[in-house]
């Protein structure tokens, strides 16, 4: 019995030494982290800093810029209308080396935002509509100064950044410094502003669809023209920027424009010739930007800078990345989670994903790349799962384990929804296409007094060639009515509708010969 016990005791021991081993080599000593620079992993191999880290920032502008001048650079315009103030704190001085230009005078003729200029009283009179209220109706439908001189004392209180926004869309770069978190304070703080910035940009853009809405009440016709044309040119360039926060404005500057385009089109006095000349000014626009330089720069390094920070930083650079504790269990430990893991399968991971949504972005035809993403989601979705654990606190004490609650924790950072901001760039794409067309069933209307029979009446004298539907391969559908007719692209689904649900339309009332 002694000897038994002696035996018992003497494995408990042995037991628990192994235990307090593990603990001290996985816990208190796990050891050095390690990466390996290379394609796979952190695909640029420069440049290195002195502590062996890639420096993604410098390696984002470096790209970014390439090209870029201080007078082909739409941003060098486009910030001298929006100013040196954002949400009240001044730009940091680093914004403007990176333009190459001095930083702004605090005091100058800038962007009035709608609220501003109503806390200025310029506007005046008790219960009258707030002029973002007028701003967002009048948007959408000619008008005249008479109607609304609130609205055209802010567009003419907004004079001078108005015409360096016009400016800015015949330049051919747009170039905004782009700052990745690097886990300082100073480098953190830049971050809020670089994208309120860009989200700025659209209110401000917005005045040039508000102001073409006036022009075409008062039968303005080429200066309501200029203006949308301007926009249009804005959101090519803004798109060819690597923010994916670019990408989606500038997606959002086009549906405005487009949105002008149709109403300017359909008015009764609208001159033959100014269809024509904006007509040839459409087909003339390059492609919208399909989003892969954005997810190939920005979207890349973002992730891949992310992850090597927490390496550098410890987990800790998740609570400044976030804003605050994340809601994973093992994310509220200390900063010793992050050490002893090998990070070459994290980034390699990452890496290997961002290529499919590169190569899907770069496919020729829309439904070919939309299958492509949506292919992928699914695969990506089906690859977080294996991720998932009962219990994320006994995963995170060994080194291997904390490595998979990293790996998953950035692939859902990852997120799949370019597929979902894809499609809205597609139907963009599509309903662009139409509004050529429809220039040509106005025109066509406008010699002959009547709308075509068939789409094909239109070529080659009104409309170079018909375009097809975009989603589906197959002939746009179109519908001559008592009215006028439905023109219309089967949309995401591939399904006629009739022009309506997630169909694309253009629907035109009868205009006056």
């Not at 669809?209 to 023209?225: P, T």
């Not at 803004?238 to 404005?249: E, Y």
């Not at 994340?326 to 010793?336: G, L, S, V, Y």
């Not at 998979?404 to 997120?415: A, H, I, N, V």
Request: charged share 20%; aromatic share 10%; net charge positive.
């Amino acid at each position: 019995m002694k000897r038994r016990s002696k035996l018992f005791w003497l494995a408990l021991g042995l037991l628990l030494l192994a235990g307090a081993g593990f603990l001290l080599r996985e816990v208190i000593w796990p050891g050095a982290s390690t990466f390996t620079i290379s394609k796979e992993t952190t695909f640029i191999l420069g440049p290195v800093d002195q502590e062996g880290y890639l420096d993604y920032n410098a390696a984002l502008r470096a790209l970014a810029q390439q090209g870029v001048t201080v007078e082909n650079n739409a941003w060098v315009l486009l910030i001298q209308a929006h100013g040196p103030f954002e949400k009240g704190t001044l730009l940091d001085p680093a914004y403007f080396r990176e333009l190459g230009i001095k930083p702004l005078p605090e005091i100058g003729e800038y962007y009035i935002a709608p609220d501003a200029f109503m806390k200025k009283k310029i506007v005046l009179g008790k219960g009258a509509k707030q002029l973002s209220d007028w701003v967002d109706e009048l948007n959408k439908k000619p008008w005249q100064a008479k109607d609304a001189p609130q609205v055209e004392a802010w567009l003419q209180a907004n004079a001078k950044p108005l015409d360096l926004i016009h400016q800015a869309s015949l330049r051919t770069q747009a170039y905004w410094p782009h700052f990745l978190f690097s886990g300082t304070k100073q480098e953190m703080a830049r971050w809020p502003a670089r994208t309120s910035v860009e989200f700025t940009l659209l209110h401000m853009c917005k005045m040039l669809s508000v102001r073409s809405m006036m022009h075409l009440g008062e039968k303005r016709f080429e200066a309501a023209r200029e203006d949308l044309l301007a926009l249009m040119r804005l959101s090519r360039l803004i798109g060819n920027s690597p923010s994916f926060v670019g990408f989606l404005v500038a997606g959002s500057m086009r549906n405005l424009a487009l949105q002008g385009i149709v109403i300017w089109m359909q008015h009764p006095d609208a001159p033959l010739a100014e269809l024509e000349r904006m007509q040839q000014a459409l087909e003339a626009l390059a492609p919208f930007p399909n989003g892969m330089k954005t997810i190939n720069l920005s979207e890349r390094f973002r992730n891949l800078n992310g992850m090597l920070m927490v390496k550098r930083h410890g987990l800790e650079y998740f609570l400044l990345a976030n804003g605050g504790s994340p809601n994973d269990q093992f994310f509220n430990t200390t900063n010793w989670g992050a050490r002893g893991i090998d990070w070459d399968p994290i980034l390699k991971d990452a890496n290997a994903w961002l290529d499919r949504w590169v190569e899907a972005a770069q496919k020729e035809k829309l439904h070919e790349r939309l299958a492509a993403m949506n292919l992928i989601k699914a695969e990506y979705e089906q690859h977080l799962s294996q991720f998932e654990m009962v219990s994320e606190f006994f995963e995170g004490i060994s080194a291997k384990g904390r490595a998979r609650l990293l790996r998953k924790q950035f692939l859902k950072s990852m997120s799949p929804a370019y597929a979902t901001y894809y499609l809205k760039i597609a139907e963009g794409d599509q309903r662009e296409s139409l509004c050529l067309v429809a220039h040509g069933l106005a025109r066509f209307h406008r010699t002959h007094g009547r709308f075509p029979e068939q789409l094909s009446d239109l070529a080659p004298a009104f409309l170079k060639a018909i375009p097809s539907d975009l989603f589906t391969g197959q002939p746009l559908i179109y519908r001559k009515t008592e009215a006028g007719y439905l023109l219309y692209s089967a949309g995401p689904n591939a399904k006629d509708d009739a022009g309506q649900g997630d169909d694309v339309n253009v629907k035109m009332p009868t205009t006056q010969p």
